[in-house]
């Protein structure tokens, strides 16, 4: 299980180290915006393809950080049901949603990405739009997205799999709720006054 555990912390140290990176392309994303909209306004004048790459860089955000969601435990869930379970009861759900739920659909889409993407690369898709991107760089991003959010569920699984056994501490026990710390912050100000 430790070199299980060894290879949990390095697919976790890509993960954040990916999902740090590609952050900033919501940065890039906005300039493009921006720029593309004073281009528009100041000259009457626009691109399909910078219209296009503001999505394609969403899109790579969107996709390719979903590990760095999953490891930081930020993932979609029904919190308020799943803090009133028992700890053991909400380790299970994790390994079972892991094993039976995240598991099979990125395998799912793996399988389905890579020739939806082989396709588009072989004829050179282009964009339907005047001017646009090629489209096979776009759809390549299924198929990466999902192999990136298999590995960092296998790793998921090992983590929970070793804090239910008691090998490691729970690395989401000291999380705070981003919800729960804001509602913290005002009744704190609340008191002050």
Same mark, same amino acid.
Request: proline residues 5%; contains cysteine; neutral net charge.
């Given at each position: ?24 392309l919501i940065l890039v994303a906005v300039v493009v915006s921006a720029s593309n909209a004073i281009v528009r306004k100041a000259f009457?004048t626009s691109s399909n393809s910078w219209l296009e790459l503001q999505w394609v860089l969403f899109s790579m955000v969107f996709l ?9 435990? $930020? ?30 659909? &990125?395998?799912?889409?793996?399988? &389905? ?11 050179? $898709? ?11 760089? /776009? ?16 790793? $998921?699984?090992?983590?929970?799999? /070793? ?9 989401? /026990? ?5 919800? $729960? /710390? ?12």
């Open positions: 299980m430790q070199s299980l555990l060894q290879m949990s912390r390095r697919i976790d140290a890509f993960t954040t180290w990916t999902g740090k990176r590609l952050a900033w009457d390719l950080c979903s590990p760095w969601t999953l490891l930081d435990n $930020e993932h979609i869930r029904i919190d308020i049901v799943n803090n009133l379970l028992p700890k053991q009861v909400r380790n299970g759900i994790d390994v079972i949603g892991h094993l039976f739920f995240l598991m099979p659909l &990125t395998v799912v889409m793996i399988i &389905t990405g890579v020739p939806f993407f082989r396709r588009s690369f072989e004829i050179n $898709e282009q964009s339907g739009n005047a001017g646009g991107l090629p489209q096979w760089p /776009a759809k390549s991003l299924i198929m990466i997205a999902f192999a990136f959010l298999l590995v960092q569920g296998i790793s $998921e699984l090992i983590k929970r799999i /070793a804090v239910m056994r008691g090998m490691i501490p729970d690395p989401h /026990a000291s999380q705070v709720n981003a919800i $729960e /710390a804001e509602v913290e912050h005002v009744l704190e100000a609340i008191e002050k006054h």
